[in-house]
T-cell receptor
Framework: GDSVTQMEGPVTLSEEAFLTINCTYT??????LFWYVQYPGEGLQLLLKATKADDKGSNKGFEATYRKETTSFHLEKGSVQVSDSAVYFCALSPLNFNKFYFGSGTKLNVKP | EAGVAQSPRYKIIEKRQSVAFWCNPI?????LYWYQQILGQGPKLLIQFQNNGVVDDSQLPKDRFSAERLKGVDSTLKIQPAKLEDSAVYLCASSGGGLAGTSTDTQYFGPGTRLTVL
């Protein structure tokens, strides 16, 4: 069945460091891929998405590229800030968008 | 646009008591989801509604959990009786409609209800 696997955390970085959070997926067909972010005490917020192969989603300095050949959607940011500290979830939705499958989340801690 | 509303934000009960959560989705969104998020894990789908019909409740513990979505708008999730392992954040999300400011292929989440069962 459809599923998402993302790297375990926590990931601890210093401010201005480069961030990569790995995400790979298993799906039939061509799903849409998403990154959601959850700040402490809040619900999940959409960070970025990509709906077809080779698409790049970007938002707030974060970006991720839909790689069909490696079934991956890794999240990157060139220079993290303390305010980026949160839990990041990779997710996929099959073509009809009626279901969403979430990874287990990766906690990011950014130290000043 | 107004987001997904949930109440209460926090609830503490003792085991074997009952509890109910309320969710009001984004106006016009046909699909409504309830998720359970245990600390340190990703959201697990409990039930999915399309308008006022159930699309998927395969992971809902039906001996103690129930949910309804009357009139295809807001929804309630109930637990009766609660167990210690029900301690979690209960997230409501909605999608669909193609309304201004929302995308049809994206889920929009409420802030969640944090349940603690003692």
């Amino acid at each position: 069945g459809d599923s998402v696997t993302q790297m375990e955390g926590p990931v601890t970085l210093s401010e201005e460091a480069f961030l990569t959070i790995n995400c790979t997926y298993t799906a039939t067909g061509y799903p849409s891929l998403f990154w959601y972010v959850q700040y402490p005490g809040e619900g999940l917020q959409l960070l970025l998405k990509a709906t077809k192969a080779d698409d790049k989603g970007s938002n707030k300095g974060f970006e991720a590229t839909y790689r069909k050949e490696t079934t991956s959607f890794h999240l990157e940011k060139g220079s993290v800030q303390v305010s980026d500290s949160a839990v990041y979830f990779c997710a996929l939705s099959p073509l009809n968008f009626n279901k969403f499958y979430f990874g287990s989340g990766t906690k990011l801690n950014v130290k000043p | 646009e107004a987001g997904v509303a949930q109440s209460p934000r926090y609830k503490i009960i003792e085991k074997r008591q009952s509890v109910a959560f309320w969710c009001n989705p984004i106006s016009g969104h046909a699909t409504l989801y309830w998720y359970q998020q245990i600390l340190g894990q990703g959201p697990k789908l409990l039930i999915q509604f399309q308008n006022n019909g159930v699309v998927d409740d395969s992971q809902l513990p039906k001996d103690r959990f129930s949910a309804e979505r009357l009139k295809g708008v807001d929804s309630t999730l109930k637990i009766q009786p609660a167990k210690l392992e029900d301690s979690a954040v209960y997230l409501c999300a909605s999608s669909g409609g193609g309304l201004a400011g929302t995308s049809t292929d994206t889920q929009y989440f409420g802030p969640g209800t944090r349940l603690t069962v003692l």
